[in-house]
């Protein structure tokens, strides 16, 4: 799922070549696509782009009359922009946005539909759309340890939950307790003030830092490259590879569809978190630290 880096850098690109444009035509390709029935999407076309927004994880483009077009690219969408003089993909598009100047289309790769637009009118109706989390990068330190408290949760579900936290999702979250020298299950309501600190400043430096390496990955064109695996990332992605600090394997816990990366030897003291899958495969087996794990299986 594209996060704050990710939106940062999309929303940045749609500023620079449709603000200022007029929508001419908006078409939706997929059923599951469109949330809302009223104002109608129709409505939308004829009027020009005033500026765009992040909502939380969500792109939102805002119109003359109030009107505002808010995408949701959940796990699997993904934008793409082709100039007026450039042929537009045959690739499937759930949506098809047509300016003065190109054509912005939506897709979604998998079966499973999750991306979503709802057209809503006025700020208000926008302000529904925020799950409502701190924009961190805006906060004290005292505003985020306040924040981070307030529920008892692990650190890995606090940071990736849009209702504490906004726009931080599983990529961006496995690096930052990775830099804050953190495990992902610690629980929020036992964390000391100097681990608070040093994650707050994590948070900070990670999402800059990204920000700034898609940026200049992007080199000024529309960002096509949108994953949520890169080479440089320390522990996210990297199940079994060594951790570029320590040399120790990166571990992984995973759960449903999601997965949480991690290296022992930075953040939990050598111990291996018990896998959802393997430890209860293995049992009594299950190793419990790093060095009893069999690096070779």
Known sequence: MPELPDL????????ERIVGQRLLHAL??????????????????????????R?????????????????HLMIAGRLHWFGANQPVSKRVAQARLEFDNGVLTLTEAGT??????????GEVALRQQDPGGMEILDASLEEFAGQLRREN??????LTDPKLFSGIGNAYSD?????????????????????????YLAIREQLLLW?????LRAAGAFPEQVT???DEMAVHGRFRLPCPVCGTPVQRIQYAENETNYCPGCQTGGRLLADRVLSQLLKKDWPKTVDLFDRDA
């Open 228 to 230: 949520a695996f890169h």
């Open 55 to 71: 909502i939380g994880k969500r792109i939102a483009l805002g119109l003359e009359d109030e009107l505002w077009l808010v995408f």
């Open 153 to 158: 949760h692990t650190l890995k579900r606090a």
């Open 175 to 199: 690096e930052i307790l990775h830099a804050a020298r953190l495990s992902p299950v610690l629980l929020t309501q036992r964390i000391d003030d100097a681990s608070v600190a040093r994650l």
């Open 211 to 215: 920000t700034e390496r898609l940026r």
């Open 112 to 121: 499973k539909r999750r991306a979503s637009l709802h057209v809503v009118r």
């Open 8 to 15: 940062t850098v999309y929303l940045e690109a749609l500023d």
């Open 28 to 53: 939706v390709f997929s059923p599951f696509l469109l949330r809302t029935a009223l104002p109608p999407l129709k409505a939308c076309e004829g009027l020009r782009v005033l500026g765009v927004r």
